[in-house]
């Protein structure tokens, strides 16, 4: 079975561009997070969609990032306008049981 | 709230020796615990998991007990390989089965 797919892999910005993330999830499903990783740390939850809903955006800086999920399938992750400090590996992982279990390779982002 | 408490690294030993990675919790009510790993290069992986006390989570030779009489969850494997270099997580409990902050890990490296 295909594994949770993301792209870009990598990207660089300068601060205050805009900069957009896509992730496709294992087919069936219903549940996707993205989740962002600031080298040497732990990753942090950001959203979790159930199909198309959000579930929990608490921790989502939602200033400058957002992120949508139309048709329940694949979803994208917006950041306008980027800072510094968003340089990280943003995750998108998805789950059919309401565990995270299947996480993507995840785009690094650069920001300069 | 809930948290978890886990084992600094970076953790080295030589191939064949054993594991063990603590890690121990906080958390009102009875939530499940889990293991990730990650590989480098690559997102992460859920490990193993445990859905209530004495449970007893297992997977690629890697195995952690749900103990709430001592609130651990540590991660064992008996005998390391090289191929097993990697960051581990504990993830805290979470009763609604999605781990929301991760810590550091815990960065094993096996030498052969």
């Known amino acids: 079975e295909a594994g949770v797919a993301q792209s870009p892999r990598y990207k660089i910005i300068e601060k205050r561009q805009s900069v957009a993330f896509w992730c496709n999830p294992i087919s069936g499903h219903a549940t996707l997070y993205w989740y962002q990783q600031i080298l040497g740390q732990g990753p942090k939850l950001l959203i979790q969609?159930?199909?198309?809903?959000?579930?929990?955006d608490s921790q989502l800086p939602k200033d400058r990032f957002s992120a949508e999920r139309l048709k329940g399938v694949d979803s994208t992750l917006k950041i306008q306008p980027a800072k510094l400090e968003d340089s990280a590996v943003y995750l998108c992982a998805s789950s059919l049981d309401g565990t995270p279990g299947e996480f993507g390779p995840g785009t690094r982002l650069t920001v300069t | 709230g809930d948290s978890v408490t886990q084992m600094e690294g970076p953790v080295t030993l030589s191939e064949e020796a054993f594991l063990t990675i603590n890690c121990t919790y906080t958390?009102?009510?009875?939530?499940?615990l889990f293991w990730y790993v990650q590989y480098p290069g690559e997102g992460l992986q859920l490990l193993l998991k445990?859905?209530?006390?004495?449970d007893k989570g297992s997977n690629k030779g890697f195995e952690a007990t749900y103990r709430k009489e001592t609130t651990s969850f540590h991660l064992e494997k008996g005998s390391v390989q090289v191929s097993d270099s990697a960051v581990y997580f504990c993830a805290p409990p979470n009763s609604g089965n999605t781990p929301l902050v991760f810590g550091k890990g815990t960065r094993l490296s096996v030498i052969a």
């Open positions: 958390a009102t009510g009875y939530p499940s």
């Open positions: 445990a859905t209530k006390a004495d």
């Open positions: 969609f159930q199909n198309n809903g959000v579930v929990d």
